[in-house]
């Protein structure tokens, strides 16, 4: 059978799952977006991944029109059609259908899509070997402009970050704010090592607010390892003992290389990889659960 994909509370085959033209996440960027990710029959992190959806949607004055409760049944439902155990889970919400000018007030209704599907998962060389990763020239959009708090549909600031990685030949670009401090990737946060503390930039410079960013923090809480957020620069890049990115497509993929300089031994260092095994025994562990039976008291 075909994937099934939820668009507003009905379900379509993927060859029929379509918007319109007139929507406005189409001809403006005008809505939100999730990534989320299922292990094992079970949600990662579902209600915080639908909290920041929420809290974008407020941000921007978008009713999303389904309680969060509906929409985490929603997107259960979605993986169960599918009969999805692993899974990657687009969320989508946009302003909707309006007319052909910017006012929001003609788009009476927002639109909701769920698309689950099976995860492209990154070769497992990567997490072996790690990642080269540039400084790309195209400096992070001003939090002040188009807040990157926001997990909004106008990615072309982190696509054109994407594009110059992929002309260096690199996977990824970590990307500058106007002053020079380093913000994140195109679609993961970043975090580096030196002398045993771990830091990573405070969302003040304008990031997304990783989960996975929140995760390993509290991963390293009980690891006894301290982190700290703050302003950095491609300086303590240069000087880190190691360094690894986060994302719910990533999980945590060690980076060994900043345009042509190596990153402390020039090979995975140890504290990612103890973070990263303690983040696989997590996902592998804790959830909400797909197919739950119910039960008989
Ligand atoms: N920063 C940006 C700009 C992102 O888009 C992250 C950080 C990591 O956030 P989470 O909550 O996933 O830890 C993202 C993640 C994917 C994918 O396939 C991820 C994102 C966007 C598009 C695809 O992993 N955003």
């Known amino acids: 059978m075909s ?13 029929e799952a379509k918007v319109s033209v007139f929507d406005h996440g189409l001809l403006y960027g005008d809505g939100i977006f999730e990534g989320i990710r299922a292990y094992n029959g079970r949600v990662f992190r ?35 059609r599918n009969n999805l155990k692993d899974a990657y889970i687009r969320l989508v919400v946009t302003r909707g259908k309006g007319d052909l000018g910017l006012d929001p007030r003609k788009c009476p209704k927002s639109a909701v899509i769920i698309i689950a599907d099976e995860i492209k998962l ?34 072309l ?43 990573t930039p405070t969302a003040t410079v304008g990031i997304l607010e990783g989960i996975t960013r929140s995760v390993v923090m509290e991963l390293c809480e009980k690891m006894g390892l301290p982190v700290q957020m703050s302003f950095l620069t491609a300086h303590d890049l240069y000087v880190a003992d190691e360094c690894f990115v986060t994302g ?20 995975p260092g140890p504290i990612t990889k103890k973070l990263l095994e303690a983040f696989r025994n997590l996902t592998q562990s804790e959830g909400t659960e797909i197919y739950k039976v119910a039960s008989h008291n």
């Open 248 to 267: 719910t497509g990533a999980e945590l993929i060690p980076v060994v290389d900043l345009c042509g300089r190596p990153i402390g031994s020039g090979s």
């Open 46 to 80: 579902l209600d915080e991944h639908l909290e920041r959806l929420y809290l974008s949607a407020k941000s921007i004055l978008i009713n999303i029109g389904l309680s969060l409760e509906e929409m985490r049944e929603a997107v259960l439902e979605t993986l169960r």
């Open 3 to 15: 994937l099934q994909v939820y668009i507003d509370g009905e379900y379509y085959p993927k060859e």
């Open 122 to 155: 990154y070769p497992k060389e990567t997490y072996e070997n790690g990642l080269k990763l540039i400084i790309a020239s195209t400096r992070k959009n001003s939090p002040d402009a188009l807040s990157p708090r926001i997990k909004s549909l106008n990615y």
């Open 157 to 199: 600031n982190n696509i054109l970050g994407k594009l110059e990685a992929i002309n260096a030949g690199c996977a990824e670009a970590v990307m500058l704010d106007r002053h020079g401090y380093l913000t994140e990737c195109t679609s993961e946060n970043i975090f580096l090592v030196r002398n045993g503390m771990l830091y």
